[in-house]
């Protein structure tokens, strides 16, 4: 049994009680719905995590979308306050004094999170159970850190799935460890790829638009080829290092440059 899934909270009292997994698989059901609440591994806050379906784009295909959330504010406002800390611990793209400057996270978190967020608060979504990720894809982490849920609830889910892409920034953490070999350690140079790369994660970096700071990574294959995450599937964890260019409405993503010239300025 997955001891670890938790009663919804008062704020969803309308949701109906954990299905079985039979149940949920009869009909093709997809997964759509909480799947785990409880407090952030950071610093004890209330989190939720939230998978979406029938949602796709070109890069990452047909996959269901993890959210990971504060359950008792809204994305927006935890921004705006700085306690997206406890769903993005101390990831150099959010702003650590709170607020929206100089954000440089790919997430607009007034669009979907939002959305998701007043759907939770209205008591919109079902519980779901591992099985209902069955032959899908998942990308974890559409918004917030995967490694914040628990290995015991993300490996049932993995195991039942088609494929998965995840990426974490807490791979230093030692809490976090059961996720090498799960998800890729999201890095900012190439120095900090070696450094990962050396404690066994396959590691994501956004590099150069003009790659020039691609050393041995292997280009997306997006990038590459155009081929979508759901056919490529390179983001399970495994040992790998992946690059990405700069681009589009993530050219403010990466630059390490850029990073270090605002921790110098702050
Ligand atoms: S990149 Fe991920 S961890 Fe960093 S601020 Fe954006 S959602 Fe949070």
């Known amino acids: 049994m997955f001891t670890h899934l938790t009663p919804v909270s008062s704020t969803t009292s309308s949701s109906p009680p954990l299905p079985s997994p039979r149940a949920q698989l009869h009909g093709r059901a997809r997964a759509h719905g909480i799947f785990w609440e409880g407090p952030s591994p950071i610093d004890g806050a209330p989190i939720v995590a939230i998978v979406t379906s029938g949602t796709s784009n070109a890069k990452t295909g047909p996959m269901a979308q993890v959210w990971v959330i504060r359950a008792d504010q809204s994305p927006v406002d935890a921004v705006r306050s700085g306690d997206d800390k406890s769903i993005c611990g101390t990831c150099p793209h959010r702003n650590a004094r709170g607020g929206f400057t100089g954000r440089s996270c790919y997430v607009r978190?007034?669009?979907a999170?939002?959305?998701v967020w007043?759907?939770?608060r209205r008591g919109r979504y079902?519980?779901?159970v591992p099985e209902a990720f069955e032959r899908q894809g998942i990308r974890w982490g559409a918004?917030?850190?995967p490694a914040l849920l628990p290995e015991g609830l993300v490996k049932a889910c993995n195991?039942?799935?088609?494929?998965w892409t995840g990426y974490t920034h807490l791979h230093r953490q030692?809490?976090?460890q059961w996720a090498r070999g799960v998800f890729m350690a999201s890095v900012e140079s190439g120095p900090q790829e070696t450094e990962a790369r050396a404690r066994g994660w396959g590691t994501f970096r956004v590099g150069r638009r003009d790659g020039s700071d691609h050393g041995s990574a292997v280009a997306c294959s997006?990038?590459?080829t155009g081929m979508s995450c759901s056919e490529c599937k390179l983001y399970d964890g495994a040992e790998r290092a992946i690059v990405v260019s700069a681009h589009g409405p993530q050219a403010g993503f990466v630059p390490a440059e850029r990073l270090t010239a605002r921790k110098r300025a702050g």
């Open 109 to 111: 978190v007034h669009n």
């Open 113 to 115: 999170p939002m959305s």
């Open 118 to 120: 007043e759907a939770y």
């Open 126 to 128: 079902k519980v779901v």
């Open 143 to 145: 918004y917030g850190d």
């Open 159 to 163: 195991e039942v799935a088609r494929f």
């Open 174 to 176: 030692q809490w976090a």
């Open 222 to 224: 997006n990038e590459a």
